[in-house]
């Protein structure tokens, strides 16, 4: 697959699973033997389901924005900025604040398929701008 393929796999990902709530497309650009490397997430198309489920429970109106891609080869990195709003409870009841964070992850496609993932969203900031650090 070429470069410009990976990079529309990603994009649609992000637009329709993380930021409409549209799983379906996880079965199209996810190989089922893919392998999760971020801390706490599933290694599974049905487990990553989830995991996007949480967050839209979470933070309702949950939005990654892509800002930047890079490829080289069969890797792909993307900087994204995370926003959301916290109304269906994350660590505790629902507070009502909002976050904003970077998000930087890299896949590895074979065949056009995410077969490798890796993220580092910032979570330090999304927890001390929804209040949940100690003070």
């Not at 924005?65 to 069969?74: F, L, N, P, R």
């Not at 056009?112 to 209040?131: M, N, T, Y």
Request: charged letters at 20%; hydrophobic letters at 40%; aromatic letters at 12%.
């Amino acid at each position: 697959m070429s470069t410009k393929q990976n990079q529309d796999a990603l994009r649609q990902v992000i637009a329709e699973a993380f930021n409409q709530g549209n799983y379906d497309v996880l079965y199209n650009h996810f190989d089922p033997d893919f392998i999760e490397h971020q801390f706490g997430l599933h290694s599974t198309i049905n487990g990553l389901k989830e995991d996007i489920q949480y967050l839209r429970t979470a933070f309702p109106d949950f939005s990654l924005t892509i800002e930047d891609m890079v490829t080289d080869g069969d890797k792909l990195w993307a900087r994204m900025i995370a926003r959301g709003t916290n109304r269906g409870g994350f660590m505790g009841p629902p507070n009502g604040r909002t976050f904003e964070a970077t998000v930087f992850d890299m896949c590895r496609f074979l065949d056009g398929k995410i077969v490798e993932h890796w993220g580092s969203p910032d979570r330090f900031a999304i927890l001390a701008q929804l209040g949940l650090l100690p003070q």
